[in-house]
């Protein structure tokens, strides 16, 4: 059974950093991701990456985001820096990702149980 754990999530002040981690039970083909969801809205897609390291980001995080991955260690990473108020949110890892970098949650298999990112003022 496929199982993803994210860690790094916590409360940070707006300008400030975070890098989240997700670690694999085994290696999964396919694309992954990173996902978040604020209370009372849609979950949204942040990000994707596919084997080659080849990457996809919604507008919102462009140049603040940088999504990477340890091949080796089957472990996924989201580094964020210039946090923002609208940052804040549950973010979730996916994976098992069918289309091509695609930031729908529609597309991904296995999903992680998430880790808290809040910014403040």
């Known amino acids: 059974q496929v199982q993803l754990v994210e860690s790094g999530g916590g409360s940070v002040q707006a300008g400030g950093s975070l890098r989240l981690s997700c670690a694999a039970s085994?290696?999964?083909?396919?694309?992954m991701g990173w996902f978040r969801q604020a209370p009372g809205k849609e979950r949204e897609g942040v990000t994707s990456?596919?084997?080659?390291?080849?990457?996809s980001y919604v507008d919102s995080v462009k140049g603040r985001f940088t999504i990477s991955k340890d091949n080796a260690n089957n472990t996924l990473y989201l580094q964020m820096n210039s946090l923002k108020l609208e940052d804040t949110a549950m973010y979730y890892c996916?994976?098992?990702?069918?289309?091509?970098?695609?930031?729908?949650?529609?597309?991904?298999?296995?999903w992680g149980q998430g880790t808290q990112v809040t910014v403040s003022s």
């Open positions: 996916a994976a098992g990702g069918s289309l091509a970098l695609s930031l729908s949650p529609y597309y991904y298999s296995y």
């Open positions: 990456i596919d084997s080659d390291g080849i990457t």
């Open positions: 085994r290696y999964i083909p396919g694309y």
